[in-house]
């Protein structure tokens, strides 16, 4: 069975530019899910400010699989 769940993203600017390295993608997915309370489906990185050490962040989660979501009881 194949499930298309309702996806939502959300843009974030993140301060971990440590952990944007394709070698450190648990661990950035990890702090996200942590800081956001969401259960991240994939992230994708934007643009990099080596100079603020900040880097945009596009998460992607499925809508009907987070705990605030009332989207499965309907």
């Known amino acids: 069975e ?3 769940g309702l996806v ?3 843009m974030c600017i993140r301060d971990r530019i440590d952990l944007i390295t394709p ?3 648990e661990e950035m997915k990890s702090d996200l899910e942590t800081r ?3 259960s ?3 992230f994708d990185i934007g643009k990099i ?3 603020n ?3 945009q962040v596009r ?3 499925y809508a009907d699989e987070q705990s605030f979501s009332d989207y499965h009881n309907s």
């Open 2 to 4: 194949i499930s298309l």
């Open 8 to 10: 939502g993203s959300e």
């Open 23 to 25: 070698d450190k993608y």
């Open 36 to 38: 956001t309370g969401l």
């Open 40 to 42: 991240i489906h994939r």
């Open 49 to 51: 400010d080596f100079l």
């Open 53 to 55: 050490d900040t880097a």
């Open 59 to 61: 998460i992607f989660y």
